[in-house]
């Protein structure tokens, strides 16, 4: 039965430990950083190579996103089933990969999140210019044969 999936009734799971819930009891729970920001909802659990991978929706104000974090020890502070909130603390730079930007140093300034990706645009843009066309012609070499 390698690589099948098993399907029973839950009724006949044993009861869960205080400090390792079953997987489908956290589907559904709220997912926030240390500061109570609040990063989505645990969507789903994946487990590519071996690693619990948990798959994060952000909220559609936030853009709906998905966020990958691996559900380790380092980055799951706190599950708490009857609060329904996952207290978590992501390496640095991982929600800037989904974001965009840090949701920590990112309030909303109530406009519309397309003007401000426009600006964000325009802002690489003055920082990035596109180099000046020379106008010379490289001079393809040919090989003596």
């Not at 619990?52 to 799951?76: D, K, N, T, Y």
Request: proline fraction near 8%; hydrophobic fraction near 40%.
């Amino acid at each position: 039965m390698r690589g099948q999936e098993l399907l029973i009734d839950a009724s006949f799971l044993p009861e869960a430990d205080d400090d390792e819930p079953y997987l489908r009891d956290l589907i559904g729970l709220t997912v926030k950083l240390e500061n109570g920001d609040i990063v989505g909802e645990l969507e789903d659990v994946d487990f590519p190579a071996g690693q619990e991978m948990w798959v994060i929706r952000a909220p559609e104000s936030e853009g709906g996103h998905e966020i990958l974090l691996p559900a380790v020890p380092e980055f799951v502070l706190d599950i708490d089933l009857s609060a329904e909130v996952v207290t978590i603390a992501p390496p640095e730079g991982l929600l800037d990969l989904y974001c965009g930007s840090s949701m920590q140093d990112a309030p909303d300034d109530g406009e519309d999140d397309a003007a401000d990706a426009e600006r964000e645009a325009e802002s690489k843009k003055a920082d990035h210019p596109a180099p000046a066309a020379s106008g010379k012609k490289r001079n393809a070499r040919k090989s003596k044969a």
